[in-house]
């Protein structure tokens, strides 16, 4: 039987130390600030928005949130931008995607200056990453790399990775966490239309799949010992009561965690460490300043 890489019990954890550095950074007169953009009126982007706002202000951050309408220009986009990059007491800025198809998306997140892109999304910050040099990330590979090394599989060394998903919010940005000398790890990135998917899968010691179908990857998917993260948010529906839907992740859980070493459960795995992992990224911005300021 698997073991459960429990991302909720971590992510306790992280900010229970995370309540430490903020104390310290206020010792010193200073309060992480992280401001986040949200676009337009998408009920699902908004509820995040105010999950990740009331996240920050439960530790201590100074939480911001700018709200522009559906029918912001670009233009006006860009200034608010401009604004939070020179507000000292803001250490990082987020937008919240994806953004009105009249907006640039990659003109938006670029404007972020670099040391305040908590995200992980300037190419400043993704170039750095593949370079193995110090950098922010995007939040959920930020997040699977914690659950990890946390669990104890921070050495990698000659293992194989594969990882199901080739956008630039998890696949890319893991791989580049994954390839360093000091993780290890052979990196095979697919895409979830690749044919006979399952005979890279089944290669893998390390199986990390984002696709957003349910149950995509079954257990004939896998090989024993397996260990698999799950970043996928499926709805179906669920036999206990028809009246609800069932969240599901990308990997069949009850299949897949007969053969793995381990695995992350959904919910409750990587989902709850995303938040977490941002605001690991807003104190760490905070920290960096503190210091070139002194």
Not at 18 to 45: C, N, T, Y
Not at 87 to 110: R, V
Not at 252 to 268: C, L, N, Q, S, W
């Amino acid at each position: 039987m698997a073991k459960i890489l429990d991302g909720k019990k971590l992510s306790t954890e992280i900010r229970d130390e995370l309540k430490q550095d903020i104390k310290s950074l206020k010792e010193k007169g200073i309060v992480p600030g992280l401001a986040g953009i949200l676009v337009g009126d998408d009920e699902g982007s908004a509820t995040y928005v105010r999950l990740k706002e009331k996240a920050g202000e439960a530790l201590g951050i100074h939480s911001e949130t700018v709200r522009l309408s559906k029918d912001t220009t670009e233009e006006h986009l860009l200034k608010e931008i401009d604004r939070l990059n020179f507000d000292s007491e803001i250490h990082g800025i987020f937008i919240q995607l994806p953004l009105p198809k009249h907006i640039n998306e990659n003109k938006a997140l670029n404007a972020i200056l670099p040391e305040k892109d908590v995200d992980g999304f300037h190419p400043m910050n993704v170039g750095k990453a593949w370079l193995g040099q110090e950098a922010f990330f995007p939040a959920t590979p930020d997040g699977i790399r914690e659950i990890l090394v946390r669990y104890g599989y921070s050495n990698l060394k000659d293992k194989h990775a594969v990882i199901v998903s080739t956008d630039n919010l998890v696949g890319k940005p893991l791989a580049s966490i994954l390839v360093q000398e000091d993780v290890g790890a052979n990196v095979t990135l697919c895409h979830s239309s690749t044919p006979n998917l399952s005979d890279y899968t089944r290669q893998a010691d390390i199986l990390v799949v984002s696709v957003n179908k349910a149950k995509f990857i079954s257990a004939d998917m896998v090989k024993e010992g397996v260990i698999a993260i799950d970043f996928g948010a499926n709805y179906i529906e669920n036999p206990a009561d028809s009246t609800k839907k069932k969240l599901v992740g990308d990997i069949d859980f009850e299949g897949v965690k007969e053969k793995a070493e381990a695995i992350t459960p959904v919910p409750g795995g990587v989902g709850p460490m995303t938040i977490t992992m941002l605001l690991c990224s807003t104190v760490k911005a905070a920290k960096i300043m503190s210091h070139s300021q002194s």
